[in-house]
């Protein structure tokens, strides 16, 4: 042990010694860390890359296309970072734009390396050397319907290209391919209604200048939950409009144990696309761009009838959908079954173990929005009173909240033109692949309300955005 002591102590001593000899009058030498401004000119943009394959896709039907080397005269694009892995809630990729301000495009550029801010941090400028990488485009639509040229908004990913797909720059290519200016610009996210976004704002910085978590999710953390796969799912839901948005969390994000905010207010995020490019989806780079710090949050009016506890013994409506085996037996039944978006897609008859039930989704529909509406018949309260609801719901390949239930008292048989006032029911979440099991909505007390009702299920999805598939059974109400 004492021959230890003193190998260390003479180890220190050389080091010291040999320090001091390298430092004249304590002059230490502070290392250089600046960055020195490349001599880059940019001769291409985003928009250009955007453009290149969607003239390979028109000439090829490629959804890849691979530039050119040219070792002469190499191309290069510039842009703006706006995403940061400080957090782990991006993973091996830079986002980024064409401007710090007002971008009028932006791209994914996937990397084998991690801890990627602290090279390229928020703001800074990049050029991209484009000879030899590859750019992908994904919508989130079948391999025979995916195209650049319709009406779908897709993603468009910078790599190496590897057999058919884009994969990852290697990491001992990187600093071949993108390089640092010495430009820290200011990101000024672009302030837009959920209702204004398009292709073009995917992959950019965007805001939402007065939003909040949906009610259904307040409590969750963002990424925590049993059901949270890869990533966890939140909605935000945008106060003006009424319109939503998911909200993507990584289950290896540092935040993801994090309670969501419960007030309102602004939100920041990076647009993109889920995994397989079928929604839209808002990213974080930190759990602080959810500014929602405003107690007075924007929910809608829900029906309040008080918290006593209600029900009965007499039975004035029922439907568990054992007798009904097909669309048309539902409209038989006395429901109302109606696509607002002139598709073909309603609730249908399905069963599964021996039980029957409606279901609805948007998936493979080629329709987008889709909304539909089932509406119960007439139900009279004018005989009973202490009226309760309940109903079951099952989820199934969950992206998102879709349905909504209401009531209304003015229904007579165009959804459009009756009043309707949501109903705050304990709705089937999860899984995001596969299905759950039926749950209970609770019991919802309408005793409050009196004469002749309706109860509707509105269900809002698009093919290429929410898809959830929802089950409905065991609709009832009691009185005495």
Known sequence: MKTIKNYGFLSLLTIAITISSCVQDGDFTVPNVSVEEPSIIANSSITAVKTALQQEFNSNDNLVHTFDVNENAPTYLEGYVVSSDATGNF??????????????????????????????????????????????????????????????????????LDGDRVDDIPSTSIDDHIVRSATVANIVPTS???????????????????????????????????????????????????????????????????????????????????????????????????????TERCDPPVLECGENAVGGNVVLFEEDFENITSTSEITDAGWTNVNLNGGSTLYSSRSFSGNRYVQISAYNSDESPLQAWLVTPEIDLDTTTDEELTFETNTGYDNGSALTAYVSSDFTGDVTTATWLKIDAELSEGPSSGYNSFSSSGSINISCLTGKLHIAFKYEGADGGITTTFQIDNVKITGN
Do not use: W
């Open 91 to 160: 993973y091996k990729k830079l986002i980024i734009q064409d401007k710090s301000e007002s971008p009028t495009a932006g791209i994914e550029i996937v990397l084998n390396k991690t801890s990627l801010s602290e090279t390229y941090d928020i703001g800074r400028k990049v050029y991209v050397k484009l000879d030899g990488l590859s750019v992908s485009y994904d919508d989130g639509e079948s391999s025979y319907n995916s195209s650049p040229m319709n009406d779908v908004a897709g993603k468009y990913v910078l790599g190496i």
């Open 192 to 294: 837009i209604s959920l209702s204004e976004i398009t292709g073009a704002h995917i992959n950019t910085m965007i805001e939402l200048s007065s939003a909040q978590i949906l009610k259904s999710d307040l409590g969750k953390t963002f990424a925590g939950e049993s059901n949270d796969e890869y990533d966890g799912f939140r909605t935000i839901f945008e106060c003006e409009t009424e319109g939503t948005i998911q909200l993507q969390t990584s289950t290896f994000a540092s935040f993801k144990s994090n309670v969501v905010p419960a007030g309102k207010g602004t939100f920041r995020a990076v647009l993109s696309k889920d995994y397989r490019a079928e929604f839209l989806v808002a990213i974080a780079n930190t759990p602080s761009d959810l500014e929602f710090t405003n």
